[in-house]
């Protein structure tokens, strides 16, 4: 992993291979190692760009509210310290792809094709919200333990959480060991982000979405309905999985990246 220093703190990030670069963002409350088999079969062929979010991994902490804008600037700068000029491929999965949107809208000459994954363009509503701030709070009270436990029934399909057990206990892991202070900065993060739905007819590069069958945080119906606003995406909907679709069944969701980038 290479150290970056930015304006905010130092940020740990994987840069493997080389081509044309792809940059994965991980999702909450996890880090980079999520996109391990993404890594594995684009390194060859491309440049893997695979950061962990400020306040995760390996990643220091430096701010109470860590808005969408400021993870997209703050990998705008990791782009730039790490050579990287011409415009990219970004791949989000769910809070991944809510920066999408904002380096999309901020930095939008970096961009060159989008993945969304497991992802909605829709802000959250008042009930959200408020869910989001009681439980910043009480993982800065308690630690990240019991968000460990409430979530990965949610991230997973019922077959992963029954055949998948080592995916599952290092997603635990990874949980448990994230600091709270950066879950907490990145739930408030959520919490104010903007509504991105008007803006998907906007989206004028290719767009890959790809969504688990099984997702209960961001259906498929969901995706569905943003593959019907941006005018050229594509929707992969990855059987035996959910939430976490690369991970869960990454031979289907590399395949379904490796197609859709050859086209
Ligand atoms: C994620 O996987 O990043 C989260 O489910 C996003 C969210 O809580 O909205």
Not at 9 to 32: A, E, K, Q, V, W
Request: with cysteine.
């Amino acid at each position: 992993m290479h150290k970056v220093s930015t304006t905010h703190g130092t940020l740990s990030i994987l840069d493997h291979g080389s081509g044309r670069p792809i940059l994965f963002i991980h999702g909450f409350p996890l880090d980079h190692t999520m996109w391990t088999a993404q890594v594995e079969a684009f390194e060859q062929t491309h440049r893997v760009i695979v950061p962990d979010l400020r306040g995760f991994g390996e990643s220091s902490v430096a701010s109470d509210v860590m808005s969408m804008a400021r993870f997209a600037d703050d990998l705008q700068e990791c782009l730039s310290q790490r050579g990287v000029n011409s415009p990219v491929t970004v791949c989000g999965l769910s809070m991944g792809g809510y920066i999408a949107f904002e380096l999309f809208r901020r930095w939008r000459p970096l961009v060159e094709r989008l993945i969304l994954c497991d992802t909605r363009a829709a802000a959250d509503s008042e009930a959200a919200r408020k869910v989001r701030y009681e439980t910043a709070e009480r993982v800065l009270q308690e630690g990240g333990d019991f968000l460990a436990e409430a979530m990965l029934e949610k991230l997973f399909s019922p077959k992963t959480l029954a055949k998948k057990k080592e995916i599952v206990e290092q997603t635990r892991q990874v949980i448990r060991q994230t600091s709270p202070e950066g879950i907490a900065a990145a739930l408030k993060g959520m919490a104010i982000r903007e509504d991105a739905t008007p803006r998907l007819s906007e989206i004028e590069v290719p767009t890959l979405l790809i969504v688990g069958s099984d997702d209960a945080i961001t259906p498929p119906a969901e995706m569905k309905l943003m593959e019907q606003q941006i005018p050229d995406a594509r929707l992969c909907v990855v059987a035996d999985a959910g939430h976490l679709a690369p991970l869960e069944n990454p031979n289907i969701v590399n395949q379904s990246i490796r197609e859709w980038l050859d086209d």
